[in-house]
């Protein structure tokens, strides 16, 4: 059985990282193959994270995702999810 791939590239810059507030969160949003994603930057203390978010019907079958993060200086973090 033949399955075919899809693919798609969620990119964007995140500004003025090092100020971001504590307990912050930043999102972008994006709809790719009639599925919605978002990617959410937060800051906890000296820490960040970077989420990738999708739809629990999205992983109810066997899916891989690709993720390739790119730290750059200016503060800017780009994300790249295939």
Do not use: C
Not at 59 to 75: D, F, G, H, M
């Amino acid at each position: 059985m033949e399955t075919s791939t899809k693919k798609f590239v969620m990119r964007h810059d995140f500004e003025d990282v090092m100020n971001i507030e504590d307990f912050k969160e930043v999102s972008f949003e994006e709809d790719h193959f009639n599925i919605h994603w978002e990617m959410t930057l937060s800051r906890k203390g000296e820490f960040f994270s970077l989420t990738l978010k999708g739809p629990m019907s999205f992983a109810q079958t066997t899916r891989e995702i690709e993720a390739k993060v790119s730290l750059k200086e200016r503060s800017i973090v780009t994300l790249f999810a295939y």
